[in-house]
């Protein structure tokens, strides 16, 4: 009788044991600093999950500003997941273009039908730069969008200013209007295809854009 009195008491302990194992691991994965963060970004940036004070997605615009890591491959605790709205888009389109040889920072905004990418390069080829940045940013968004780009770095702080406006506003088309015709000061790259100009746009899409 005291034998087992012995072996019930020795599994009791080993139980008890792995139970605190499993409850410091759990405390060490859910404190850790890195996996906070990167859940709330989810929530914050992504608002992915439909929880609480998720916005209309359809009346923001999207921005997000990149700069390149010092380590290479390095895409500071993030991945890029699937395209759900358009800050996510900014996200990964800024993301993959840090990638790009000489590009540094990257600042994106995508709207309901363009995509304004600026940034600071230290390339010798402006116009091969602007066309790998700007079919980067197309690889990313669905077909119809416009993409615009440039590597004047005074326009980074117009481009994310324009992220802060209601996007349901006339003003706001119009400010991002005369933001894109700054932007085509810069390089734009070779055309996208023998129907669509350097910025994706067809004839009808310049007169549509022309009537407004």
């Known amino acids: 009788m005291k034998k087992w009195s012995i072996i019930i008491g020795f599994c009791i302990l080993l139980t008890a044991a792995g139970c605190s194992k499993d409850m410091a691991n759990r405390d060490v994965y859910e404190e850790s600093g890195d996996t906070i963060n990167v ?7 992504y608002n992915e999950g439909g929880g609480q004070g998720v916005r209309n997605v359809s009346d923001n615009y999207g921005f997000v ?4 890591s010092p380590i290479q491959g390095d895409r500071g605790g993030t991945e890029h997941y ?3 709205d358009r800050e996510q888009v900014a996200n990964i389109i800024s993301q993959l273009s840090t990638d790009i040889p000489n590009v540094n920072d990257v600042a994106t905004l995508v709207t309901d039908q363009e995509v304004l990418v600026s940034y600071s390069t230290n390339s010798k080829d402006r116009y091969q730069t602007a066309d790998q940045v700007k079919r980067t940013a197309m690889s990313v968004v669905p077909r119809y969008y416009h993409v615009y780009v440039s590597d004047n770095t005074n326009l980074m702080r117009d481009v994310e200013n324009l992220a802060n406006l209601d996007s349901t506003s006339r003003n706001a088309r119009n400010l991002v209007h005369g933001l894109v015709k700054e932007m085509k000061k810069s390089p734009q ?3 996208m295809s023998d129907s669509e100009d350097e910025n994706g746009a067809t004839k009808d899409d310049v007169m549509n854009t022309t009537n407004r």
């Open 82 to 84: 699937s395209a759900i």
């Open 189 to 191: 790259g070779s055309r």
């Open 39 to 45: 859940n709330n970004k989810r929530e914050e940036l």
């Open 65 to 68: 500003r990149h700069q390149k």
